[in-house]
């Protein structure tokens, strides 16, 4: 009810007014410095999560990114490093409402997530109800944007070219860090068109994260030319022990 609702946002007023800054990660350097080393599996255990924390510290990941549930887990085995912790709001389907994703969003914060990938309102989009895509992803950006780096999750792989370019500009519009291709979950994967189509609309405003079938160095190597960078793949420590292809990246774009 409303009281409740009323409720939820003092206490997410509350936290804000408690909490720190956000870390910037950085952009550019070695390939493994741009991927979010991942592992969203349900049935992944706490000592899959501290193996690939583990793997993170070892070769250098900008983050580990793993469900809500292992948040403080990954934060307290990394607390030591610069790798940062990264989760997944709305995860996978972006159905739920605006006020359960900025909640969930600021309980991350403070278990420790550095940043959030929050799936954006996919119905919503469909629906050619843009202020509610909007007003959506702008409730994460006041729950936590002044302490996370925030990720809106298109899912690529279910929306036409029109509705790509219009969830872009819905995420510069609320400020966001980051537009997503895809949640791993959905239909399709992380494509070169996808990457140059978000790239012409956001330009240099905000970043792109390329996520979703990801798993070798050609394909990580194309998705950063095409403009982005930060990769979310499963397939991290194969990248980066690859020896065909140098770990350098070439940063001449298509």
């Known amino acids: 009810d409303s009281f409740l609702k009323k409720e939820i946002k003092d206490i997410l007023a509350e936290w ?11 952009v550019k350097g070695s390939l493994a410095s741009m991927i979010d080393h991942t592992l969203l599996k349900p049935k992944a255990t706490e000592k899959d999560i501290l193996r690939i924390c583990d793997e993170a510290v070892q070769f250098g990941f900008a983050t580990v990114c793993v469900q809500p549930y292992w948040v403080a887990v990954a934060s307290d085995a990394l ?3 610069d790798v940062g912790v990264t989760t997944v709001i709305g995860f996978p389907h972006g159905t739920q409402n605006s006020l359960s994703k900025a909640f969930e969003a600021k309980v991350a914060v403070l278990d420790g997530a550095d940043e959030v990938d929050m799936v954006l309102n996919i119905g919503a989009l469909k629906s050619k109800d843009y202020n509610s895509v909007l007003e959506d992803m702008k409730a994460v950006v006041d729950a936590v944007g002044e302490q996370a780096i925030i990720k809106v999750i ?10 790509k370019r219009i969830a872009c500009e819905c995420a510069v519009e609320a400020n966001v860090d980051f537009v997503k291709t895809s949640t791993g979950f959905g239909p399709g994967h992380a494509t070169v068109e996808d990457i140059l189509l978000m790239k012409s ?5 905000i970043q792109i994260k390329a996520s979703g079938g990801i798993r070798d160095k050609e394909t990580a190597f194309s998705m950063i030319r095409a403009g982005a960078s930060r990769l979310g793949t499963s397939s991290g420590v194969s990248l980066v022990r690859d020896k065909e292809k140098d770990t350098d990246i070439h940063w001449s774009s298509y």
């Open 154 to 163: 298109l899912e690529t792989g279910v929306l036409t070219d029109e509705e």
């Open 201 to 205: 609309v956001v330009e240099d405003r």
């Open 16 to 26: 804000g007014r408690q909490s720190t800054l956000k870390c910037e990660r950085p």
């Open 79 to 81: 607390r030591a490093s």
